[in-house]
């Protein structure tokens, strides 16, 4: 059979179904400007829109010997050009949401590294505080501080009196607001191991 003469969707969808290239190309013809105009008034998106309208008539195309259309093939067009731009909207969807995801990730952990580079380096300058007192303030309160003793179970293991614990303790805090100041002496307490 001869698809030349045939101009109306019923006979053309049966040479489709047959694999008559000319009856695809005279439906391509038929429908793809409605097509695409269709795609693009939703997308706005010209590039996009042949794109999709290009898909459809590929799907037709590999799916012609399976093609059960029991409406009007025009309204069957619509509808998959409709669920096709659907689809490609619910995709771009997902993409923005993964790169918006993608993005928080990359700003948390970005700040997170940045917190601990200057924990570290906080820790640092405690340190070299700390070192520069006598062994027994050092040793005192980091038993407080890093070990969690209570004032008394710091005076048992050192054999100290629990005043002079406490005495200890003030001098190194002392020490250590007057080298930190008053704002970076509220950073020690709050992220610093031995506060």
Same mark, same amino acid.
């Given at each position: $059979?001869?698809?030349?003469?045939?101009?109306?969707?019923?006979?053309?969808?049966?040479?489709?179904?047959?694999?008559? =290239?000319?009856?695809? !190309?005279?439906?391509?013809? $038929?429908?793809?400007?409605?097509?695409?105009?269709?795609? &693009?008034?939703?997308?706005?998106? @010209?590039?996009?829109?042949?794109?999709?309208?290009?898909?459809?008539?590929?799907?037709?195309?590999?799916?012609?010997?399976?093609?059960?259309?029991?409406?009007?093939?025009?309204? &069957?067009?619509?509808?998959?050009?409709?669920?096709?731009?659907?689809? &490609?909207?619910?995709?771009?969807?997902?993409?923005?949401?993964?790169?918006?995801?993608l993005g928080n990730y990359i700003e948390t952990h970005h700040s997170?590294?940045? =917190?601990?580079? @200057? !924990?570290? $380096?906080?820790? !640092?300058?405690?340190?070299?505080?700390?070192?520069?007192?006598?062994?027994?303030?050092?040793?005192? *309160?980091?038993l407080s501080r890093v070990h969690y003793l209570t004032h008394k179970?710091?005076?048992?293991?050192?054999?100290?009196? !629990?005043?002079?614990?406490?005495?200890?303790?003030?001098?190194?805090?002392?020490?250590?607001?007057?080298? *930190?100041?008053?704002?970076?002496?509220?950073?020690?307490?709050? &992220?610093?191991?031995?506060?």
């Amino acid at each position: $059979m001869h698809s030349v003469n045939i101009t109306d969707d019923v006979g053309l969808l049966s040479l489709l179904q047959n694999g008559d =290239h000319t009856a695809f !190309e005279r439906l391509y013809t $038929m429908y793809h400007k409605v097509l695409y105009l269709h795609a &693009y008034s939703i997308l706005r998106d @010209r590039e996009v829109a042949k794109d999709i309208v290009q898909d459809l008539f590929v799907t037709i195309w590999d799916r012609r010997e399976t093609l059960e259309i029991k409406s009007k093939f025009s309204h &069957y067009l619509n509808v998959s050009i409709r669920n096709k731009v659907l689809d &490609y909207i619910a995709r771009e969807k997902s993409k923005d949401r993964y790169l918006a995801s993608l993005g928080n990730y990359i700003e948390t952990h970005h700040s997170l590294t940045d =917190h601990k580079v @200057r !924990e570290k $380096m906080l820790q !640092e300058q405690i340190d070299s505080v700390l070192n520069t007192l006598s062994p027994r303030l050092r040793e005192v *309160f980091e038993l407080s501080r890093v070990h969690y003793l209570t004032h008394k179970e710091i005076s048992e293991k050192l054999n100290l009196s !629990e005043q002079s614990v406490r005495s200890y303790i003030k001098s190194v805090l002392r020490v250590l607001r007057a080298k *930190f100041g008053v704002l970076p002496w509220v950073l020690l307490v709050l &992220y610093c191991k031995y506060f």
